[in-house]
């Protein structure tokens, strides 16, 4: 439809697509590098959401690393990294106990000290009135819904702004087209598993010759506790149950701010068992008696979910094509063992943005930016990810005891011999969708019943997420094959959909004889964690970003 549609376009030197730590950093660095040279730069930052932040999900301990090579006097400018980490403890969880592992000599770079407990989101919400102050254009509400390509085949730009479409694709009486915004490069800076992203990686072969990217699913509450319960920049880490030693993840609990703790729950996304719920596990997680006490008498107020890439430096894309480059966590530069990403997140940002600069200023435009790549691969930021790169593989491959042993072993070691392993390299294998195992070979799991105190349904928690989608308009979850999911998956894994997904966005639904399974979508519902599109065994759904300023509106998060 969009090569009939007729459409206004607006001319920059660079489109940055999403306004995340990445994309922000990018704006920012790119202002800084003009004014500094003094000339000018035009620089234009899409946003999906209804605001810079609306969604923004992470745990969050940051590490200011990236911020410091940013903003030099970020303290004094007020960016509201809150509350500084003043105690680590690390734990494995069984049935009813617990044993304290705080003990263990954990290297120093697994370890918070230096780091602080903040709201990612409004990091990013002060990032953007800062972009803003430099002269940087951002859009909220404005969703990048296609590519558009210049003749010779590289990248021109993008469609954002597209609204108004029925629930058929055709345009209603309150249709918007949209706008291309085009731009010598764009950056791709969309988070994890973001539908432009994935579209250029495949036009652009971007991930041929790399492994597989793995990933996990992050599910995070915000509960306000009373002052007994508090303990300002604790932080705290769980291994174990309600997980069994074969499937991977773990819990987060960080005190700051407000007398606030966020406290979420990751669940590696190769896990073979198709009963499992990652939400369910979660909500179990909190009643064990190690971790009610820091919630009794407290009170839930905002809750989401993410995805969260977890295959690290040998799953890492070619960063750059014809136009344009990945950014952040749409090139998956998280530190699985380090649980962080957006301090490089920030630093690929910087680092695209200076590229682009010296591009432009030569005059260039159109073409490929490898001198990001090449500054990429001697930075600080793949030192990071080279050392812990077989982290994620042997725990993978040897569970969660032994395999984090065996990975921490390997890390100290890169780590102090600039990232050499008696591993080698290993490689992640299969794709966490090719992971899923027969629903006839597992047991299916009953979860307790929410007691709405510690434990709730998905329902009551997407309400607290803000979310929100006009109903009249196509839903942004396809299906490739619509008979796939009752005709393939209920049969053979149970249909996992209805239970991997954190925001009960996909249902099987009978009849009053209990015959005839229909396969409901709740589009509505959508929290936009992309989960769907990773972990769908026959990989048969796909992720479209709906119209702009829909989705989750998380505050605090």
Not at 457 to 468: I, Q
Request: hydrophobic share 40%; aromatic share 10%.
């Amino acid at each position: 439809m969009s090569e009939a549609v007729e459409r206004e376009a607006m001319e920059y030197d660079v489109v940055i697509v999403g306004g995340g730590p990445s994309g922000l950093s990018a704006a920012i660095r790119l202002k800084q590098l003009a004014a500094a040279a003094g000339t000018e730069i035009s620089v234009a930052v899409l946003e999906k959401g209804s605001e810079v932040g609306a969604h923004i999900l992470s745990g969050a301990v940051i590490d200011p690393k990236g911020i410091n090579e940013l903003l030099p006097d970020w303290k004094a400018m007020g960016v509201p990294l809150e509350t500084e980490v003043t105690q680590d403890r690390f734990l494995m969880l069984g049935p009813q106990g617990e044993l304290d592992i705080s003990w263990a000599p954990f290297p120093k770079w697994m370890l918070n000290h230096g780091n602080y407990i903040a709201s990612l989101g409004n990091v990013c919400r002060w990032l953007a009135t800062h972009a803003e102050e430099l002269g940087v254009e951002i859009y909220p509400g404005m969703a990048a819904s296609e590519v558009v390509y210049a003749e010779d085949g590289s990248v021109k730009g993008v469609v954002a702004g597209v609204a108004g479409l029925g629930k058929d694709g055709q345009p209603t009486d309150h249709y918007e087209p949209g706008m291309e915004l085009h731009a010598k490069y764009t950056f791709i800076g969309e988070g994890v598993r973001g539908s432009l992203a994935k579209q250029l990686q495949a036009k652009f072969g971007l991930t041929e010759g790399r492994d597989p990217q793995k990933f996990g699913i992050g599910i995070k509450e915000l509960w306000q506790v009373p002052d007994a319960a508090f303990q300002p920049g604790l932080t705290q880490h769980t291994f174990g149950w309600p997980l069994d030693n074969q499937t991977g993840g773990g819990s987060f609990m960080y005190h700051f701010g407000d007398n606030y703790v966020a406290i979420g729950f990751v669940v590696h996304l190769n896990y073979k068992n198709p009963w499992i719920s990652p939400f369910d596990e979660f909500q179990r997680f909190k009643t064990h008696p190690s971790i009610k006490p820091f919630l009794e008498g407290g009170k839930r107020i905002a809750y989401g979910a993410r995805a969260i890439t977890e295959g690290g430096f040998q799953s890492m894309p070619q960063l750059y094509f014809p136009g344009g480059v990945l950014l952040g966590c749409s090139a998956g530069m998280v530190n699985v063992p380090r649980i962080k990403g957006s301090h490089n997140a920030v630093k690929s940002g910087m680092m695209a943005a200076e590229a682009a600069f010296e591009a432009i200023q030569a005059g260039r435009g159109g073409d490929k930016l490898t001198a990001y790549e090449e500054a990429y691969q001697s930075s600080w930021v793949a030192k990071e990810l080279k050392a812990v790169r077989n982290f994620k593989p042997l725990w993978s491959r040897y569970g969660t005891i032994p395999g984090l042993v065996l990975g921490g072993i390997d890390a100290v070691i890169a780590n102090a011999l600039g990232g050499f392993s008696p591993w080698g390299t290993l490689k992640h294998g299969k794709s966490d969708a090719a992971s899923t195992g027969l629903a006839k070979d597992y047991k299916p799991i009953v979860y307790p019943k929410p007691d709405g105190v510690f434990s709730f349904d998905k329902l009551s928690s997407v309400f607290l997420s803000a979310t929100n989608h006009d109903e009249n308009q196509p839903a942004h979850l396809k299906l490739t094959d619509v008979t796939v999911p009752v005709g393939v998956n209920l049969p053979r894994f149970g249909e996992p959909a209805r239970l991997y997904c954190p925001a009960g966005v996909y249902e099987v639904l009978y009849d009053e004889q209990g015959q005839n399974p229909k396969f409901q979508i709740n589009f509505q519902n959508c929290v936009h964690c992309k989960t769907c599109d990773i972990k769908d065994p026959s990989q048969n759904i796909t992720w479209t970003t709906p119209q702009g300023g829909d989705g989750p509106n998380y505050p605090n998060m």
